[in-house]
T-cell receptor, first 112, second 113 residues
């Protein structure tokens, strides 16, 4: 059973527009959420995170929103740039178990 | 340079031949972990280690072993590899587990025939 789901395998966005990547989770014990970006032939790199006690965290062009009641988080990229084209993974952890659960990823393509 | 290194980067082997994928980090991190990435399944955690001599199973530990004898090293051992272990493997480390971002290695592409 997939505890963290990214239901959109791919997304295409025009350069300069907003990219919105979505992630849903089922385990209410998750208390920390992270987004990673992955380019081909490289390991994932950390992008942004959010604790369950917050509903928004912003870092430059990247903002993560958390809706705990809906068990949903989203990553907003504004404005989108061609260099943002990559696979994005959301991840969740229950800090009491030290485990991380990743979603299946969304491939973002930013069109110039 | 702060980094996580993995070796080998590419490996083709045959069923049943024991192999070890090494992982090393130079950031003095307490937490280390192994993942496998498969199409349509994302990243799945195999094993993790909270500190030296402390390891625990992730979501897909079957067929794998790990050890953490030193803080910087966390090798992944496949005692008897099978074709369903053909995958892309990533090692990662972080300051601590649960609430910190992980730093990932470049990946090891393993093919078991």
């Amino acid at each position: 059973d997939q505890q963290v789901k990214q239901n959109s395998p791919s997304l295409s966005v025009q350069e300069g527009r907003i990219s919105i990547l979505n992630c849903d989770y089922t385990n209410s014990m998750f208390d920390y959420f992270l987004w990673y970006k992955k380019y081909p032939a490289e390991g994932p790199t950390f992008l942004i995170s959010i604790s369950s006690i917050k509903d928004k965290n912003e870092d430059g062009r990247f903002t993560v929103f958390l809706n705990k009641s809906a068990k949903h988080l989203s990553l907003h990229i504004v404005p989108s740039q061609p260099g943002d084209s990559a696979v994005y993974f959301c991840a969740a952890s229950d800090s009491g178990t030290y485990k991380y659960i990743f979603g299946t990823g969304t491939r973002l393509k930013v069109l110039a | 340079e702060a980094q996580v290194t993995q070796n080998p980067r590419y490996l083709i082997t045959v069923t049943g031949k024991k192999l070890t994928v090494t992982c090393s980090q130079n950031m003095n991190h307490e937490y280390m972990s192994w993942y496998r990435q498969d199409p349509g399944l994302g990243l799945r955690q195999i094993y993790y280690s909270m500190n030296v001599e402390v390891t625990d199973k992730g979501d897909v530990p079957e067929g794998y072993k790990v050890s953490r004898k030193e803080k910087r090293n966390f090798p992944l051992i496949l005692e008897s590899p099978s074709p369903n272990q053909t995958s892309l493997y990533f090692c990662a480390s972080s300051i601590d587990g649960g609430r910190y971002e992980q730093y990932f290695g470049p990946g090891t592409r393993l093919t078991v025939t």
